[in-house]
């Protein structure tokens, strides 16, 4: 079975997280992506751990089932590479900010001109209708921009930014299905199509779904935000041995926890037993759960909750996660050797069905490591290649 994007090429220039995740997860699915890189290299190639220089953990977790070519985009020879890749390619992807993409000619006019068909997807930090249109965007201020690091500071003693690079994977999320959406309206009418993808916009709609709250109805019925999750007390809860996340969430599980702990009382309350209620005060309640839990261990909470049908899973460090039982037996991690690195470590495609499972794709590439295949295939020869690597167009590892 072929894998569902095999035969379709993507030239990619984009860099760091929010771009790069989002080609990887094409790749998984089978496409040939062309990592278009400047000189110096993706940022993330440089950022520690690694092995080689040039080789960071982050950066081959982005990357793997690319090809990497190296063009000095400030070089017009260079430019006249990247349109031919483009005039033979399905998916242009690129994070170069709207002004610098027009003085280089990556406008989706001139690329169109080059494919009449092509799927062009332009990610940008803030949508190109409002005043902050050219202003550049990271993942720790589009975070602070979304409303997420506000909401930290509503249930802890200051804001705090999630940690973990949020609004370039949820924004890469966007790229994808959005890329996937348009390839199948290319099938129907073989038409060009011009994808934004506001990484701020992302994150508020991934925000909101849940937060915007009251202030869905017009006139606002209250204000925004998700009550049971910004009411006090929401948290991990310190068993005798260590962390647990235990959460009776309907009525029948809040009444049945409530008995198992000797708390007839509450189970019988008639504030307890009506969502809305027990919504209003929820915090009173979790306060009674963490006074149960630290009279027991992790594993006896597990137990009375798997006994009670509610959930509960002790609380994973990073490293636990190598060892977790579940993880370990479906198989996320898996083992594999790169060809300069050598035995690593990676994090499988978690989806199955989609036919991704079709596809191995390659390691993460060194850069430049795939530059003379490619340009060869564009038809340069021994004589010219030469000759780009002297003017300083491409490199080669």
Request: net charge negative.
């Amino acid at each position: 079975m072929a894998a569902p994007l095999e035969g379709w090429r993507v030239v990619d220039l984009t860099t760091v997280l929010f771009g790069p995740y989002a080609t990887r997860i094409l790749a998984d699915y089978g496409a040939e992506v062309i990592k278009v890189e400047p000189p110096s290299g993706d940022l993330t190639r440089w950022l520690e751990p690694y092995r080689s220089p040039g080789m960071g953990a982050m950066f081959i977790a982005a990357n793997r089932g690319k090809r990497s070519l190296v063009l000095d985009l400030k070089k017009e020879e260079a430019r006249a590479i990247l349109r031919e890749l483009v005039a033979g390619a399905d998916i242009l992807v690129h994070s170069i900010r709207p002004k610098a993409a027009a003085r280089l000619g990556i406008t989706f006019e001139a690329m169109r001109a080059l494919k009449p068909d092509l799927i062009y997807c332009e990610l940008t930090g803030y949508g190109q209708g409002g005043p902050w249109r050219d202003l550049p965007a990271y993942d720790d201020t589009v975070q602070a921009a979304s409303g997420i690091v506000a909401l930290e500071g509503e249930v802890s003693d200051e804001p705090h930014y999630v940690p973990t690079t949020l609004a370039d994977k949820v924004g890469s999320l966007h790229v994808v299905h959005a890329i996937l959406a348009a390839c199948l309206a290319r099938e129907r009418d073989r038409r060009a199509r011009h994808i934004r993808v506001p990484m701020l916009e992302c994150l508020v709609d991934f925000l909101m779904v849940e937060h915007l709250a009251g202030r869905a109805f017009d006139p606002p019925v209250s204000g925004p935000g998700y009550a049971r999750v910004l009411a006090g007390g929401r948290r991990p809860y310190r068993a005798q041995d260590g962390w647990v996340a235990i959460l009776p969430y309907s009525t029948v599980q809040w009444e049945r926890f409530l008995r198992a702990i000797g708390r007839e009382d509450l189970a019988a309350a008639a504030w307890v037993r009506d969502p809305s209620a027990r919504s209003g005060r929820i915090g009173e309640l979790y306060e009674v759960v963490a006074a149960a839990v630290a009279e027991r261990d992790v594993a006896a909470w597990i137990a009375l909750a798997a006994e009670l049908d509610i959930p509960a899973v002790p609380v994973s460090g990073l490293e636990d996660l190598f060892a977790h039982p579940h993880l370990d037996a479906v198989g996320i991690f898996r083992g594999f050797r790169h060809p300069s690195e050598g035995a690593m470590r990676e994090v499988r495609f978690p989806v199955e069905g989609a036919g991704a499972e079709a596809h191995d794709p390659r390691p993460a590439p060194r850069l430049g490591e795939d530059g003379r295949a490619i340009l060869e295939a564009l038809g340069r020869d021994a004589a010219a290649i030469e000759r780009l690597l002297a003017e300083g167009v491409t490199r080669f590892p």
